[in-house]
């Protein structure tokens, strides 16, 4: 009996840590007001997405944190922090890389998928913005990019073409033809832009629905990397709600279905949610879990998943003992310094930091074996 108990147990906690792995479809749509998504109460431009919602999540408090243009917001999705860049000439091209290891690096390194699994497609660009050189990984494990054609209809026609060839496990779709548009200053365009935009994740979604290997075990998540100026929809890149408040929409068998959040997350968030759903650690991250558009999450292990902190010390309750480590970024992400590595008990536990050498606003994120979070704290001011 005591055996067939531990067997019982042992299946629960197998289940209940692995729940999440499967595979996971990204669509940014590049440049997206909230106003003429989401934030329309009649959702006149996205009349699919409106639908699909009632069968999964959006978040209604969403928001760039960061710079809201493209090229640095892009990179954050995929790093899961406010990373630099570095300009590099690569096959010939001037172009940029990340200093943050991306999400396609942790996927590729950690599940070792197999070929053309972990794949980016977008429309053609001559100079592609890459992922990083980090010494711990790097271009061995970028993902396989399809940069072809000149629209979003063409990306989605790629995409559709791979799906259903190679299956990729993680699918990064990124449209382009919603921002150019709103920079052309033609209002209609740029709503069209966006009408089909929403088409495309709807022929995505469905096509999930009706591909074995997808069906029942995929999660699609659809983000803006950045939105539009409340006083001008042609332009972006300063700090007003229009470019910084985006929409996030998640649909999959684990994400809450007709379900509407209004918890506050930020970017960073996005790549952080999309690993922890591929089973993936993100150790340079600095963005958090959105555990509550999750289901079947441990809610003994969210209650804990919290911690204190001042100038001088750091309080932390964990399930049970293990290793804590409590690191220190800048607003970019660059790792500052290790404030805690040690192990903690079962409980309360209070770990001696020491902070007079840091003035300003920093990132402190802290990393058990049970979850990872972080929070933005001002030291001495």
């Avoid at 990204?26 to 699909?52: H, K």
């Avoid at 980090?134 to 054609?149: F, N, Q």
């Avoid at 220190?328 to 660059?334: F, K, M, N």
Wanted: hydrophobic share 35%; proline share 3%; charged share 20%.
């Amino acid at each position: 009996m005591i055996k067939h108990i531990k067997i019982l147990f042992l299946l629960l906690f197998i289940l209940t840590k692995s729940f999440l792995a499967q595979n996971v479809v990204v669509v940014i749509i590049d440049g997206a007001r909230y106003t003429e998504t989401f934030g329309d109460v009649n959702r006149t431009f996205i009349p699919f997405m409106s639908e699909l919602a009632s069968e999964g999540t959006y978040v209604d408090e969403f928001y760039n944190d960061g710079y809201t243009y493209t090229s640095r917001a892009i990179p954050a999705l995929w790093c899961g922090a406010w990373t630099d860049l570095v300009d590099i000439n690569y096959n010939g091209s001037n172009t940029q890389y990340t200093v943050s290891p991306t999400l396609f690096e942790y996927f590729e390194k950690q599940k070792n998928p197999g070929a053309n699994k972990n794949v980016y497609v977008l429309k053609y660009v001559s100079s592609l913005w890459l992922q990083s050189f980090h010494p711990e990984y790097g271009p061995d494990y970028w993902p396989v990019t399809y940069s072809e054609g000149s629209t979003d209809v063409d990306v989605l026609d790629k995409s559709l073409q791979i799906m259903e060839e190679d299956h990729p496990q993680f699918l990064w779709v990124y449209l382009a033809d919603v921002d150019h548009a709103g920079h052309l200053g033609v209002w209609d365009g740029y709503t069209d832009a966006i009408s089909t935009a929403d088409s495309i994740v709807n022929v995505l979604w469905q096509t999930i629905q009706i591909d074995d290997f997808y069906k029942d075990n995929t999660t699609l998540l659809v983000t803006n990397d950045h939105g539009r100026h409340d006083y001008d929809f042609t332009g972006h890149g300063c700090s007003c709600d229009g470019c910084r408040h985006i929409m996030f929409l998640a649909l999959g068998p684990n994400i809450k279905q007709n379900y509407v959040s209004t918890q506050t997350r930020y970017l960073p968030d996005f790549a952080v949610t999309a690993a922890e759903i591929l089973d993936v650690d993100m150790e340079y991250a600095t963005g958090h879990v959105m555990n509550e558009i999750l289901i079947n999450v441990n809610q003994e292990d969210l209650a804990k998943n919290d911690f204190k902190i001042n100038s001088k010390f750091i309080q932390v309750d964990l399930p049970s003992g293990c290793i804590v480590k409590v690191d220190l970024y800048d607003l970019t992400g660059r790792k500052i310094t290790t404030l805690v590595n040690e192990k903690g008990k079962t409980g309360e536990n209070f770990f001696n930091i020491n902070t007079s050498n840091y003035k300003g606003l920093y990132i402190v994120q802290l990393r058990t074996e049970f979850y990872t979070t972080s929070k933005k704290v001002i030291f001495n001011l």
